[in-house]
T-cell receptor, first 116, second 115 residues
Framework: DQQVKQNSPSLSVQEGRISILNCDYT??????FLWYKKYPAEGPTFLIS?????DKNEDGRFTVFLNKSAKHLSLHIVPSQPGDSAVYFC???????????????FGKGTKLSVIP | EAQVTQNPRYLITVTGKKLTVTCSQN?????MSWYRQDPGLGLRQIYY???????DKGDVPEGYKVSRKEKRNFPLILESPSPNQTSLYFC??????????????FGEGSRLTVL
């Protein structure tokens, strides 16, 4: 069962416009959500996160919104730039394993293309 | 420079020939993990390790082994590779523990092709 879903495999946006990437989750025990960005031939890098006790977190051009009742989060990029073209993964932090770690569940990713 | 280093970055091998993908981090991180990325499937966890000599299975551990004999190293071992293990592999690490927010530091990836 896929607990973190990114239903749009790809998204194209004009430079300067807003990019909105969506993510849905099913497990109400998730308490922390993260977005990672991945360029070709590189590893994913952390972009922004949000705790489940908040509904918004902003970092420069990037804002993440969380709607707990709908089990939905979104990443807004304003304004979009060609350098933002990448694959974006949504991830959710789940249970503490007891062995000393939390486990992350990743979505399948959305490929964003920002057209100059 | 803080980093997670994987080797090799690219490898083509044949079915059944044992191989090891190495992973090393220089951030004194407790937690290390291996993921594979496949088209349409995203990132799936193979194994993880909370500390030296402590490892556990992720979501797709079949066909893989790991070891954690030193804190900085976490090699991924394919004893008898098969074509369905053709994938892009990522090692990742973080401090771990209850204060951990889940932010992972990833290596650059190792693209493995099994013929």
């Amino acid at each position: 069962d896929q607990q973190v879903k990114q239903n749009s495999p790809s998204l194209s946006v004009q430079e300067g416009r807003i990019s909105i990437l969506n993510c849905d989750y099913t497990n109400s025990m998730f308490d922390y959500f993260l977005w990672y960005k991945k360029y070709p031939a590189e590893g994913p890098t952390f972009l922004i996160s949000i705790s489940s006790i908040k509904d918004k977190n902003e970092d420069g051009r990037f804002t993440v919104f969380l709607n707990k009742s709908a089990k939905h989060l979104s990443l807004h990029i304003v304004p979009s730039q060609p350098g933002d073209s990448a694959v974006y993964f949504c991830a959710a932090r789940g249970r503490y394993s007891g062995a000393g770690s939390y486990q992350l569940t990743f979505g399948k990713g959305t490929k964003l293309s920002v057209i100059p | 420079e803080a980093q997670v280093t994987q080797n090799p970055r690219y490898l083509i091998t044949v079915t059944g020939k044992k191989l090891t993908v190495t992973c090393s981090q220089n951030m004194n991180h407790e937690y290390m993990s291996w993921y594979r990325q496949d088209p349409g499937l995203g990132l799936r966890q193979i194994y993880y390790s909370m500390n030296v000599e402590v490892t556990d299975k992720g979501d797709v551990p079949e066909g893989y082994k790991v070891s954690r004999k030193e804190k900085r190293n976490f090699p991924l071992i394919l004893e008898s590779p098969s074509p369905n293990q053709t994938s892009l592999y990522f090692c990742a690490s973080n401090m771990g523990g209850r204060a951990d927010t889940g932010e992972l530091f990833f290596g650059e990836g190792s693209r493995l092709t099994v013929l």
